[in-house]
């Protein structure tokens, strides 16, 4: 069975820094596509960044520049490092995997059940 | 970057009644559509992808439709358990989802 399980979120204030991880068990993250997907309070779900098998990294406009994306193969967990925190990145943030057979493209299989940030001074 | 629109934003049914939700995409995805249910306070579930393939586990009386810029998504007799949100997202470039159309009871 799939688990995913973030931690790392909390309150921080604007400027400041945090590190999101999710720890994986019932898939590799190494050999997985990988995904951050956010939701603001009470609105819809935003894809922030994606992690390939090889190692490539991908965001959405908005945070490129400020997050980056990571894992630990030895722990199998992937994480994600936020930087000059805005307000507007305020969010439950999701750690989600694309499924693994058949290059079926990036949707989503297996979510978290999440880890709030919010940004606030 | 793509916009995906889905409408209704709400809707209400009645429990046993068929549900239709649209979602269209600002310009063609191709089939690389997928659907999820999201329920206060938890993670969004994939329900199909392909606009027509049913995850697994997914009953039968949700389905699919649709390609280029138009899809739907029916539940043709509502459960109990199906008020909730549903999310279209695309995957032909960069991910992107629409706003979500509420199911709830009439």
């Known amino acids: 069975e799939v688990q995913l399980v973030e931690s790392g979120g909390a309150l921080i204030q604007p400027g400041g820094s945090l590190r999101l991880s999710c720890a994986a068990s019932g898939l590799t993250v190494s050999r997985n596509i990988m995904s951050w997907v956010r939701q603001a309070p009470g609105k819809g779900l935003e894809w922030v960044s994606l992690?390939?098998?090889?190692?490539?990294?991908y965001y959405v406009d908005s945070v490129k520049g400020r997050f980056t994306i990571s894992r630990d193969n030895s722990k199998n967990a992937l994480y994600l490092q936020l930087n000059s925190l805005r307000a507007e990145d305020t969010a439950v943030y999701y750690c989600?995997?694309?499924?693994?057979?058949?290059?079926?493209?990036?949707?989503?299989?297996?979510w978290g059940q999440g880890t709030l940030v919010t940004v606030s001074s | 970057e793509i916009v995906m629109t889905q409408s209704p934003a709400t809707l209400s049914v009645s429990p046993g009644e068929r549900a239709t939700l649209s979602c269209w995409a600002s310009q063609s995805v191709r089939n690389h559509l997928a659907w999820y249910q999201q329920k206060p306070g938890q993670a969004p579930r994939l329900l199909m992808y392909?606009?027509?393939t049913r995850a697994s586990g997914i009953p039968a009386r949700f389905s699919g439709s649709g390609s280029g810029t138009e899809f739907t998504l029916t539940i043709s007799s509502l459960q109990s358990e199906d008020f909730a949100v549903y999310y279209c997202q695309q995957y032909d470039v960069w991910p992107t989802f629409g706003g979500g159309t509420k199911v709830e009871i009439k």
């Open positions: 392909g606009a027509s």
């Open positions: 992690i390939y098998g090889g190692g490539s990294t």
């Open positions: 989600a995997s694309v499924p693994a057979a058949g290059n079926l493209g990036n949707f989503f299989d297996y």
